[in-house]
């Protein structure tokens, strides 16, 4: 079974800032999520990886698998962005919500 | 393109009676999967289902829940006899296939379930 482990679970920082969210897991996979939640909102995909790197907008999100690690990043942050980040893997090369094991989750705030 | 829908979004229950939880997966998928978030703690896989098909209930409680995804219809998550640690909230996710190709993961907004 996979243990996932999302660090910091609880970030303040000031807009604009450069932001990073870590996350680990302790069993080879074959797929990373990057999740977005906002309180008392749904869950939306933000990036699904298998290696390298990925970005769109404002967010990068890089994966390294030998070292089973992965970082979201968010560039020139907003109060908008402010939500929970949760990470999950999947053994499954195909993606989509098949065997997810998740992160906590890292409560992020922005402030103005 | 309309994505995972459920409803009710909110939902409040009185203690023993029956919770029904529904789920319309993004058109075309045919696998639904239910997962369970409590207070304070991460999202936990209950049951993946294909049509008329359950998959894997490895992570549902053994007694009062159930789930369902028949040809026609949303999927169902039934909690029969509902307490108070049932309360959290309830997400439900879709794919086209299993590990046939890439893809991002699709969920709902959730249900939120108030057992009072």
């Known amino acids: 079974k996979n243990e996932v482990e999302q660090s910091p679970q609880n970030l303040t920082a000031q807009e604009g800032e450069f932001i990073t969210i870590n996350c680990s897991y302790s069993v080879g996979i074959s797929a990373l999520h990057w999740l977005q939640q906002h309180p008392g909102g749904g869950i939306v995909s933000l990036f699904m990886l298998s290696s390298g790197k990925k970005k769109h907008g404002r967010l990068i999100a890089t994966i390294n698998i030998q070292e089973k690690h992965s970082s979201l990043h968010i560039t020139a942050s907003h109060p908008r962005d402010s939500a929970v980040y949760i990470c999950?893997?999947?053994?499954?090369?195909?993606?989509?919500?098949?065997?997810?094991?998740f992160g906590k989750g890292t409560h992020l705030i922005i402030q103005p | 393109n309309a994505g995972v829908m459920q409803n009710p979004r909110h939902l409040v229950r009185r203690r023993g009676q029956e919770a029904r939880l529904r789920c319309s997966p993004v058109k075309g998928h045919s696998h639904v999967y239910w997962y369970r978030q409590l207070p304070e703690e991460g999202l936990k896989f209950m049951v993946y289902?294909?049509?008329?098909?359950?998959?894997?209930e490895s992570g549902m409680p053994k007694e009062r829940f159930s789930a369902e995804f028949p040809k026609e219809g949303p999927s169902i998550l039934r909690i029969q006899q509902v307490v108070r640690g049932d309360s959290a909230a309830y997400f439900c996710?879709?794919?086209?296939?299993?590990?046939?190709?890439?893809?991002?993961?699709?969920f709902g907004q959730g249900t939120r379930l108030t057992v009072v």
């Open positions: 289902l294909q049509k008329e098909n359950i998959i894997d």
């Open positions: 999950a893997v999947s053994p499954y090369s195909g993606g989509g919500a098949d065997g997810l094991t």
């Open positions: 996710a879709s794919s086209p296939r299993q590990g046939k190709m890439n893809t991002e993961a699709f």
